[in-house]
């Protein structure tokens, strides 16, 4: 969650991982050559967040939300006592749930130290506590034999450099960077082996670029370091390095193939101890997370926030150990998990996992007594239901298509039971059948376009669909499809005479069509389905939009036009820097327009990067659209944190509301772009974003949905 600019997270970029830096990684995804095959053996962590915050129970950025300065807030470490703390029962809580390592917080962004630090009296052991948790911690993981994983805050809000930044307080900004790298060292050298040091909060206030932060913490001064104290470590990407662990929060958004990545969730709606009554997520919802992660070839960190005198909350507890006996029965199906196209696509009867050759069904409803499989290339060798005894039978049809007989609906219902495929050998690799569904892009990627159903959709020989499209641009549409057996079907689009013929390829199977890269006007259009061979039903349809970003090569850019905020200030400095009206907008004062010739991060249009960061203010970018005729034309923009669009002249509404936009002046907000619908004249448009930044960056991305027909201007043909 993201309020005023910093974000409960301020992680690894914008898609859940940065472009730039995952361009650094290897062919095997890994940074620096590291091998941690205890990773994906585990797929299952544990995560803890403990502190001075939970004695409130408000949640782990209590100290910045409600502004307490540190000489007020650093004496609930007077209170702070952890009496009910045993670090033995936590990592048997991770153990018996089933995890293969837990990340346990020694400091978050508040400053607390959870161990014995020389850097600071601010610690666990020097105050009320007397006590090393790191150490209890560490010392219970080796008695368990679990791998240890340490959270660790780059930030701390104890230095007032963290809100002035390090060009206004240097000699600020160069302490707190060394009290970090000197903590760092202390928890790499005076605890044992660490298997994945996890960090958090490398942020520089108002430069969100990778590259700045970077340089500003001295980052891969600090992971050498790091590398050379604890040579077989995994570090994550969240000191504005790439390293070794993509973790996209709280989102489920696989990294790209070849990558490594975990997605740590919680269980309630904060990291720290809040009383989430009536908002915690089920067991068995937690259970198809980790089942998602394992289908990608990632890992899920589950976290527990213990209450201020270190118990355990009940209604965790009971999660947790639901989710410790479904490992028991199912671990194979997820540990050690392989990603491959198989088990990214959605199947009828449920997510699929895969380990060598073997696919593991996640059964999301307890089938009746035959379930149907599709896309098997090659023998069965065998089929078992996890935890049961009863023997199944199963027979492939040509098609590739497996029916599997005598599931036990008698027996008592059993959460994502899972059905165990075992193969001669591999997939070959041909295209898996796959469901059409609405995936989740996670918050920071354009969303996928609405799954709509048919009505009363029927098995015929011939079928007839009416849809809708907000306005002109190119998309491609999907169907979804089942039909009795497999055949070609005959498509028609509008008044189209031509004919695009696609494969149904199973048999009584739900199977997804797309015809691609159609040109459509707003409004109402018919699609004609036929086939010759047998009756078959069309009963979901989705219009996916084909989104193109203006990259920053297409932009100019120019300010900052200072604002009076600064972070944590008030949202009304906001809006009246977004309604105020500077230059770019007067188009009889001249600005000095500078190209976005080159920047060091990706695509985005990073002001931070290209306007400097000397000081906080209002920026603008500015392209222009070539359109043969008046149009109206979808567009999306997300940003950090603030914007509005000017086109021609005129502000643009966007899907965001009234209400919200009344706030803070912005008709977009935040990394997940919005939707909003822009009107062309024939001839040039000019597309003005007005951009106020967050407190930790200030950049925006653009997509259009261009009909083929606009002329989208590069930087060099106008400026």
Known sequence: ?????????????????????????????????????????????????????????????????????????????????ASSFDADALVSLAKEAGAGYVVFGARHHDGFCLWDSNTTDFTTVRTAAKRDLIREYVEACARAGLRVGIYYSVMSWQWPAIFSGPLADPEGWENMVQETHAQVRELMTDYGQIDYLWYDGCVVPGMGEASIRSKYWRSEELNAMVRELQPGILINDRAARPEDVTTPEPHLTPAPTGRIWECCQTIGQSWGWRPNVGQEKSAKRLIQDLVFCARFGGNYLLNIGPLADGSFRPSEVERL????????????????????????????????????????????????????????????????????????????????????????????????????????????????PSLLVEADTGRNLPAEGKVHNVDDWQMKRSQKLEFFVPARGVYDLDLGVISNVGQELDLHLDSDSSTTKLPIRFCNYPDTLHLKGKVLNGGVHHLAVSGEDADFGVYLWRAQPLWKMLTAENWSVVGPFPTEFRPQGEISQVRDALTAVHPPERGEIPVDWRACESQASDESVNFSHLCGT??????????????????????????????????????????RSEEECAQDGAWFNGWKPIEAKIELEPGENELLVKCHPGSADNWFVFYLNNPGDLVEHRWSTKD
């Open 321 to 432: 150990e639901a989710i410790g006996d479904w490992m028991r029965v199912n671990r194979q199906s997820v540990c050690d998990s392989e990603r491959t196209p198989y088990t990214e696509s959605e199947h009828l009867i449920g997510s699929v996992t895969c380990r060598e050759h073997c696919l593991y069904f996640h059964l999301e409803e307890w089938p009746c007594e035959r379930a149907v499989i599709a896309g098997i290339d090659v023998d069965v060798r065998s089929v078992e239901l996890l935890g049961s005894d009863v023997k199944l039978d199963f027979d492939r049809s040509p098609d590739g298509c497996v029916r599997i007989l005598g599931l036990p609906v008698d027996e008592p219902i059993r959460s994502l039971a899972v059905l165990k495929v075992e193969l001669e050998r591999t997939l070959s690799g041909s295209t898996p």
């Open 1 to 81: 969650m993201k309020t005023d600019g910093i974000t409960e997270s301020e992680s690894s970029g914008r898609n859940g991982y940065n472009l730039m830096e995952t361009s650094f990684a290897s062919a095997d995804g890994l940074q620096n050559g590291v091998k941690a095959p205890w990773f994906d053996q585990a797929r299952f962590g544990m995560f803890v967040h403990y502190g001075l915050y939970s004695i409130h129970g408000k949640g782990e950025w209590l100290m910045f939300h409600e502004k307490i300065r540190p000489a007020e807030y650093n004496q609930l470490a007077d209170r702070f006592t």
């Open 614 to 655: 000397d000081d906080m203010g209002v920026c603008y970018a500015r392209t222009y659209v070539t359109a043969p005729e008046a149009c109206e034309i979808s567009i999306l923009m997300g940003c950090d944190w603030w914007a509005n669009l000017i086109v021609n002249g005129r502000q643009v509404s966007s899907k």
